[in-house]
């Protein structure tokens, strides 16, 4: 057993101290969180947009006049389905390196182009969470919102998005949580993630053991705390309602 744990220690030594390489691991973590808070604020924008443009389409395209305003919530409506089918529809490590080596192939901004990428396919699942939240909000409070003088879009920012918000906040946190794990593919553009980080530090001493176990423990650290502040929310949420 004595042999054992001199063996981890030496391990640990080689891995995490020599060299600093331990630098690695915060630094990647650092990019690591960055990516992934950009990309959700990318992703809600774009969410919030394709979900009013989808959700809007669905509940007014048989009342609405068919003039102008009808033509180009139309469009609008095919440009955000085709969005959503090419950006479900295909991995996320394919989408990250089309827009690294194709459409940012001029670029050597690989944080930005990384950032721009995972919000934009966050922001795909981001969209059709909050368009199942808001065609889920009864006809009744949109009739609501015509009783006091507002229009279609004053409704839905006065009246719908908040409900729809405090109804799929979970789901929006468990999103943050898998954008999170996403982002472990970093590496395949040149960004020291933390996933990264620790292929650069087995890469170096030939041992695979340690590195990788305490990347996947520093993961599954961030993924415990952020689901438990889920649950909480989720309590409090369902406190507020009685």
Same mark, same amino acid.
């Given at each position: 057993?004595?042999?054992?744990?001199?063996?981890?220690?030496?391990?640990?030594?080689?891995?995490?101290?020599?060299?600093?390489?331990?630098?690695?691991?915060?630094?990647? $973590?650092?990019?690591?969180?960055? @990516?992934?808070?950009?990309? /959700?604020? &990318?992703?809600?924008?774009?969410? +919030? #947009? *394709?979900?009013?443009?989808?959700?809007?389409?669905?509940?007014?395209?048989?009342?609405?006049?068919?003039?102008?305003?009808?033509?180009? $919530?139309?469009?609008?409506?095919? @440009?955000?389905?085709?969005? /959503?089918? &090419?950006?479900?529809?295909?991995? +996320? #490590? *394919?989408?990250?390196?089309?827009?690294?080596?194709?459409?940012?192939?001029?670029?050597?901004?690989?944080?930005?182009?990384?950032?721009?990428?995972?919000?934009?396919?966050?922001?795909?699942?981001?969209?059709?969470?909050?368009?199942?939240?808001?065609?889920?909000?009864?006809?009744?409070?949109?009739?609501?919102?015509?009783?006091?003088?507002?229009?279609?879009?004053?409704?839905?920012?006065?009246?719908?998005?908040?409900?729809?918000?405090?109804?799929?906040?979970?789901?929006?946190?468990?999103?943050?949580?898998?954008?999170?794990?996403?982002?472990?593919?970093?590496?395949?553009?040149?960004?020291?993630?933390?996933?990264?980080?620790?292929?650069?530090?087995?890469?170096?001493?030939?041992?695979?053991?340690?590195?990788?176990?305490?990347?996947?423990?520093?993961?599954?650290?961030?993924?415990?705390?952020?689901?438990?502040?889920?649950?909480?929310?989720?309590?409090?949420?369902?406190?507020?309602?009685?």
């Amino acid at each position: 057993m004595s042999k054992w744990f001199t063996q981890l220690e030496e391990d640990f030594h080689l891995n995490f101290i020599e060299e600093g390489r331990w630098r690695w691991l915060v630094e990647g $973590l650092g990019n690591t969180l960055i @990516i992934t808070f950009f990309a /959700l604020l &990318i992703g809600l924008v774009i969410g +919030i #947009v *394709v979900a009013a443009v989808r959700s809007t389409h669905d509940k007014n395209r048989e009342t609405m006049a068919k003039g102008f305003g009808y033509v180009l $919530l139309k469009i609008a409506n095919v @440009i955000c389905h085709i969005y /959503l089918t &090419i950006l479900r529809g295909t991995p +996320i #490590v *394919v989408q990250l390196l089309i827009m690294y080596f194709i459409v940012f192939a001029s670029s050597r901004n690989s944080m930005l182009v990384a950032i721009i990428a995972f919000g934009i396919n966050s922001g795909a699942y981001v969209a059709e969470i909050l368009r199942g939240g808001i065609m889920s909000i009864d006809n009744g409070q949109f009739e609501a919102g015509r009783s006091l003088g507002f229009n279609y879009p004053q409704t839905m920012v006065h009246i719908i998005i908040p409900q729809v918000f405090k109804n799929v906040l979970p789901t929006l946190c468990n999103e943050f949580i898998v954008l999170l794990k996403e982002t472990s593919i970093a590496g395949y553009v040149g960004i020291v993630d933390l996933a990264k980080a620790g292929d650069l530090i087995r890469g170096r001493t030939f041992s695979a053991f340690m590195p990788l176990i305490a990347v996947a423990l520093i993961y599954l650290a961030m993924v415990i705390i952020l689901s438990s502040l889920v649950g909480v929310l989720e309590r409090r949420l369902r406190r507020s309602e009685r």
